[in-house]
Antibody, heavy 116, light 112 residues
């Protein structure tokens, strides 16, 4: 069965970076993109962008350019998202989701907390 | 970005009731290929979102036919017939016609 297993919760200091992972199983990894979504109580669900897992090509929501960097390791069927120059506004749950025409399978989410 | 407006923000229902949720977009969601990329998600308490309906009216894998979706252009509706306890949670519409995908604010379905 399709599964997206994300890495564990992160506690980070303002100004630092975190890199979270999303390991896929149960399907041909390079046949689907991986999208990333941010969820907060205040802003709801926000789409960060996606990575073409075959070519490594990316497309970012303008709002997250410079904040998020998406990469992929095809050999381990794992997608990564690095968040840089963290501020308290980056505190959120971050999801990865398998995507082609729609977000059909989601990871369990990673809670990132930015605090000094 | 396309703005997705969902109503109502919350619904209180009894088991067995039927309910409808509205989702309106600020732009037409018909893509250049003629298809409409409007989908519905359910986030059950403590869980990640799950795909319920894709492209307006197609049921996701394993989704019971108590769920149905209708609509076109800028106006869409999710209907749940005979609500069951497992249906409780927050429902989101999401459009993928225009980049970036944008989500409605959610409709929380609670037990009366």
């Amino acid at each position: 069965q399709v599964q997206l297993q994300q890495s564990g919760a992160e506690l980070a200091k303002p100004g630092s970076s975190v890199k979270i992972s999303c390991k896929a199983s149960g399907y041909t990894f390079t046949s689907y993109y991986i999208s990333w979504i941010k969820q907060t109580t205040g802003q709801g669900l926000e789409y960060i962008g996606y990575i073409n897992t075959g070519s490594g090509g990316t497309n970012y929501n303008e709002k997250f350019k410079g904040k998020a960097t998406l990469t992929v390791d095809k050999s381990s069927s794992t997608a990564f998202m690095q968040l840089s120059s963290l501020t308290p506004d980056d505190s959120a749950v971050y999801y990865c989701a398998r995507s082609k025409l729609f977000l059909d399978y989601w990871g369990q989410g990673v809670m990132v907390t930015v605090s000094s | 970005d396309v703005v997705m407006t969902q109503t109502p923000p919350s619904l209180s229902v009894a088991i067995g009731q039927s309910v409808s949720i509205s989702c309106k977009s600020s732009q037409s969601l018909v893509y250049s290929d003629g298809k409409t990329y409007l989908h519905w998600l359910l986030q059950s308490p403590g869980q990640s979102p799950k795909l319920l309906i894709y492209q307006v009216s197609n049921l996701g894998s394993g989704v019971p036919d108590r769920f149905s979706g209708t609509g076109s252009q800028k106006d869409f509706t999710l209907k749940i017939s005979r609500v069951e306890a497992e249906d409780l949670g927050v429902y989101y519409c999401v459009q993928a016609t225009h980049f970036p995908n944008t989500f409605g604010a959610g409709t929380k379905l609670e037990l009366k």
